[in-house]
């Protein structure tokens, strides 16, 4: 049996249940697990043992009871540090929020405390998820666990470090255009982004609104879709929640592809993207086949665009959110008071960091009378040629396959001077968040020790297929077991 900090959600449960170990011993093995290994690692940047282990023994009475126990009861989870856990610092790793300590829980928070999860604390994250490496956290960077030296990927470094680590059992994350896909393939581990509207978005902190979505990062595709049922579904406290049902997501994990049809688009392998990550792809797209899929190559022409058309959108978006920091009402306060406005501009001033701020001066100045229709509109009508690129495409095909990143995790510091080549980090994931798509990302090889990432994109309300695709790749290979040596 594989050491208690290094189960998987699906393994911890049936232990659990049948008694060969309580919640206490599990969070206490994590809890030692991080004591060991956090200070390289720097996952986290507030841990809770206290409430982790009041947790565990509230999950402990449940499931000696055998009463109202669920998946997730007793299982030790980590969350990002944007969505608000009622009496948990959450700062955003942003120094403006630094001693911010929220009333209230997010939508998910709940579902999850209802569930008995065990609270292991807050995971490190690029400050306001603006960025592709966990560099722009206010705090410190976190490390990759394949290589130390190396970045963990953005903006839920944090969350994907931790569960590559066995830092946690698993963890949520955000994803704006492509932040939980985008670090759990540098990281080795399995991120979703669900479709826009299936998970509530009460409670995260928003970067930018129409494209934020939260989802899971676990250790393999079972537990993504155990997640996945936990935090799904209708809240009336988000006007963009849908309401739909809510499949049971484990019946999705068949192995059987005989028939499925999958595009392959070649804007997905352009420039920029490496051999090995290519030749990764489509040594996957084999296994498929091998497996009874019809795979194909195929064009989303407008593809192309994504990333132009993102970040006009995203820090518009960004800059009338972010406007609510202004020092009067919580968060940092510049101890320099010039006026109400000098207060404002200086406690914006200290409180952002630099990232915060290019990203808040390109969104207003989009946004400016005389410049919005030059680009705010033009982007969102390239949003929408984008969005029928993939609806023609899913008229065709039942999953498109894709890298999740163009590149293996690259050196700390790398590129923090090239801002190009950091945006290029997310060429392949943001066009997903524009259309609104679901989409997963899970180990299908490693180029230098590092891992690739596969993304399998799904039609809108389709999490099911993602999934069967996914867990049938998995259930073939081998490389979701690999694990760092720390």
């Known amino acids: 049996m594989s050491e208690l900090h290094q189960l998987t959600i699906h393994e911890a449960h049936h232990l659990l249940r049948r008694r060969e170990v309580s919640s206490r011993e599990l969070t206490q093995a994590v809890l030692e697990r991080i004591e060991a290994v956090e200070p390289r690692v720097r996952a986290y940047i507030t841990l809770t043992p206290e409430l982790a282990l009041q947790q565990a023994e509230e999950a402990d009475r449940l499931l000696q009871a055998g009463d109202g126990a669920g998946l997730l009861t007793g299982i030790p989870i980590a969350l990002k540090d944007n969505l608000c856990t009622r009496g948990v610092l959450t700062t955003c790793a942003s120094k403006i929020l630094q001693n911010f300590v929220p009333p209230y829980d997010a939508h998910v928070v709940e579902r999850l405390r209802q569930q008995h999860a065990v609270f292991t604390g807050k995971t490190n994250m690029d400050e306001f998820a603006m960025g592709s490496s966990t560099e722009n956290s206010a705090f410190f960077p976190t490390r990759n666990p394949w290589k130390l030296d190396c970045v963990p990927g953005g903006s839920s470094g944090g969350s994907a470090a931790a569960v590559a680590a066995d830092l946690c059992i698993a963890a949520l994350g955000s994803d704006t255009g492509g932040s939980i896909r985008q670090p759990a393939a540098m ?167 630099a990232e915060v701020k290019q990203r808040i001066m390109i969104g207003t100045y989009a946004l400016s009378a005389g410049y919005y229709d030059a680009y705010y509109l033009k ?38 001077d090239d801002p190009l080549a950091m945006k290029l980090a997310d060429v392949c994931t943001i066009p997903v968040n524009i259309a609104g798509l679901p989409a997963l990302s899970l180990p299908c090889g490693f180029q230098d020790g590092l891992p690739i990432g596969m993304q399998i994109i799904g039609k809108p309300w389709d999490e099911e297929t993602v999934l069967r695709v996914a867990y049938t790749y998995e259930q073939a290979t081998d490389w979701h077991r690999r694990k760092p040596v720390l």
């Not at 392959?264 to 040594?283: C, L, N, S, T």
């Not at 990333?307 to 972010?322: K, M, Q």
């Not at 498109?400 to 293996?408: A, E, Y």
């Open 187 to 353: 990281c080795g581990v399995v991120g979703m982004k669900p479709t826009y509207g299936r998970v509530s978005r009460y409670g995260l902190i928003a970067y930018a609104s129409s494209l934020d979505q939260i989802g899971p990062i676990t250790k393999d595709v079972t537990d993504c879709a155990l997640l996945l049922n936990a935090i799904c579904g209708k809240d009336c406290r988000d006007s963009t929640s849908v309401d739909l049902p809510v499949p049971d997501f484990t019946a999705a994990l068949v192995p059987e592809v005989r028939g499925l049809r999958i595009g392959v688009p070649k804007e997905f392998f352009a420039q920029g993207v490496a051999p090995e990550v290519a030749q990764a792809i489509h040594d996957a797209v084999r296994v498929l086949e091998g497996a009874g899929a019809v795979a194909e190559e195929t064009s989303l022409p407008y593809v192309e665009y994504g990333l132009a058309c993102y970040y006009i959108l995203a820090p518009a978006e960004a800059s009338s959110n972010l406007a609510r920091y202004d020092g009067v009402k919580y968060g940092w306060r510049t101890q320099k008071l010039e006026g109400h406005i000098g207060m404002v501009e200086k406690t914006r001033g200290e409180g952002f960091g």
């Open 379 to 416: 982007a969102q009508q390239v949003r929408t040629l984008i969005r029928r690129d993939f609806d023609r495409a899913f008229e065709r095909y039942d999953v498109l396959l894709t890298p999740t990143s163009p590149t293996v995790a690259f050196r700390l510091g790398e590129k923090v």
